[in-house]
C-alpha cells in the first residue's frame, strides 16, 4: 500500500518582499468582548465555558460550550455570527486608524458562517411550511458571502473578498493568504481573520462523533476525553511595514512565515506520526528564515482529543529535535473552547499578545502530562518575553497551518 504523502504549501521568502506587521488586532471570545478582556483572561488561564443556552441540548451528551456575552446594542437584525464578525473588526480598524477606501482585500476564514439562519430556516420549513415570512432574508444572508459585503459595506470599502472554509485551519489559512497578498506586494494593506458562531448542527454533529469532553477540555492531559466548542471572532489589520511607517501609526507584531500542508490520511482523523502537522510548521519556519530553536513559545492547536494531541505531540517533538529544544507549549482551548473557523485567527492574536505584554498562556486544566510530550507545557501564570511565536491550526480534512509571528523591532 503507498504511504500517505502530505502535500505542502512552502513559499520562499525572497529579501525583495515586504515585511509584513499588524497595525490592528480585535477579538470576541467568551472572555469578553476587546483586546483587554481577552488579554487578561488569556493570561491568567480563566476557564469561559458553562452550560449551553443558545439552543436545546437535552439530547446530547455534552451540556456546555463558551457561548459569547454579546451587548444588546450589537444586533441590528444581524445574525449572531455577523455580530461577532463586527465587533472584532470594529477594534481592529480603530486600532489601526484604517480609512474607507477602495482595492481593500478581505480574506475571512469561517466554517459556520451563517448556519443559525439556515437552522431557522429549516425549522420553520417543517413546523409551518405555509409560512414564509423571514424565510427568503435568511436565505440571502445564509450565503457566506453576504456577512463579507455587509462587513466591507460598514466600513466604506471595497475590494476583493476571499472566503476560505477549511474547517478548523480556516482562520490560520486566511492570515496567512493576507500575509502573501502583502508580502508578495498584491496589496499594500489586507483584512483579515476569522469568525464562528455556536450552532445547534455542529455542536451535534461533534458530539455524535463523540468528540466533545463530558467533563473538561484538558489538552495534552493522559486523561483528556474530548473538546468543547465555543464561539468568537479576531480580526487584523496587515499592511506593509513601508505602508505603516508611511502613516505613523503604531505596530503591534510582524507576522513572518505560514505553511500549510494537506493531510490524505483520513477525513476526520490525523496521521498518527503527526506528518503533514510537522510539515507546516517546518513550512512555517523555512519561510521565516528561522530554526525551530529560535521558537520562544508555541501555541498549540491542542483540541484535548486523543488523537490530536497523540499526533501534534509527536510532531512538535520532532521539530524540536532529539533531544527536543525546551520549548515552551499550550492550548488555550480550555479558556475559550475550539471555535473552529475563528481558532486560528484567535490563537494568532493570543500570539501577538503574549509577544507585546511578556505572558505564555497557560493550559491551567491539564494535570496528568502524556508521556508523548518531550516539552514544557505551560499550566500556570507566566512571566516571559517571547520574541518569535509559532502558532498551530490543524482540521479535518487534512487541513493543516502554522503561523510565525515576531516581535517587532
Not at 463579507?148 to 492570515?175: K, Q, Y
Request: charged share 15%.
Amino acid at each position: 500500500m503507498a504511504q500517505n504523502k502530505a502535500f505542502v504549501l512552502f513559499p520562499v521568502k525572497k529579501q525583495s518582499e515586504a515585511r509584513v506587521v499588524i497595525t490592528g488586532a480585535g477579538v470576541v471570545s467568551a472572555l469578553g468582548i476587546g483586546w483587554r478582556a481577552n488579554a487578561e483572561g488569556f493570561r491568567t488561564g480563566r476557564v469561559a465555558f458553562g452550560p449551553v443556552t443558545l439552543f436545546d441540548v437535552s439530547r446530547q451528551r455534552a451540556k456546555t460550550a463558551a457561548e459569547v456575552r454579546l451587548p444588546e446594542s450589537s444586533s441590528n437584525g444581524e445574525d449572531r455570527a455577523s455580530q461577532l464578525l463586527m465587533l472584532a473588526t470594529k477594534e481592529a480598524w480603530t486600532q489601526a486608524n484604517w480609512e474607507p477606501g477602495n482595492d481593500l482585500p478581505l480574506v475571512l476564514g469561517t466554517t459556520s458562517g451563517g448556519m443559525s439562519l439556515g437552522e431557522a430556516f429549516y425549522r420553520q420549513a417543517i413546523t409551518t411550511p405555509g409560512k414564509r415570512r423571514g424565510q427568503p432574508t435568511r436565505v440571502l444572508h445564509y450565503q457566506p458571502q453576504r456577512q463579507a459585503l455587509e462587513l466591507a459595506n460598514a466600513f466604506g470599502f471595497s475590494g476583493p473578498i476571499t472566503i476560505i472554509a477549511n474547517a478548523c485551519a480556516s482562520g490560520a489559512n486566511a492570515v496567512g493568504h493576507a500575509f502573501e497578498l502583502v508580502r508578495s506586494g498584491q496589496a499594500q494593506r489586507v483584512l483579515t481573520g476569522g469568525y464562528d458562531a455556536l450552532s445547534h448542527l455542529v455542536f451535534a454533529g461533534f458530539d455524535s462523533l463523540q468528540a466533545l469532553s463530558t467533563t473538561q477540555c484538558r489538552p495534552f492531559d493522559a486523561a483528556r476525553d474530548g473538546l468543547g466548542l465555543g464561539e468568537g471572532a479576531a480580526m487584523l489589520c496587515l499592511e506593509s511595514l513601508a505602508h505603516a511607517q508611511q502613516r505613523g501609526t503604531t505596530i503591534l507584531g510582524e507576522i513572518v512565515g505560514y505553511g500549510a500542508a494537506s493531510d490524505p490520511h483520513h477525513l476526520t482523523q490525523p496521521d498518527p506520526e503527526g506528518n503533514a502537522a510537522y510539515q507546516a510548521m517546518s513550512a512555517a519556519c523555512e519561510n521565516a528564515r528561522i530554526r525551530p530553536e529560535q521558537i520562544d513559545y508555541i501555541n498549540a492547536h491542542g483540541t484535548g482529543t486523543s488523537l490530536n494531541d497523540s499526533a501534534e505531540a509527536l510532531a512538535i517533538t520532532r521539530l524540536l529535535g532529539n533531544p527536543p529544544a525546551r520549548v515552551p507549549v499550550s492550548s488555550t482551548k480550555p479558556s475559550v473552547g475550539h471555535l473552529l473557523g475563528a481558532a486560528g485567527a484567535i490563537e494568532a492574536v493570543v500570539s501577538l499578545m503574549a509577544l507585546r505584554e511578556g505572558w505564555l498562556p497557560p493550559t491551567g486544566t491539564t494535570r496528568e502530562l502524556d508521556a508523548l510530550c518531550n516539552f514544557p507545557v505551560v499550566r500556570e501564570t507566566t512571566r516571559a518575553e517571547p520574541q518569535c511565536v509559532l502558532s498551530n491550526s490543524f482540521g479535518f480534512g487534512g487541513a493543516n497551518a502554522a503561523l510565525v509571528l515576531r516581535r517587532y523591532s
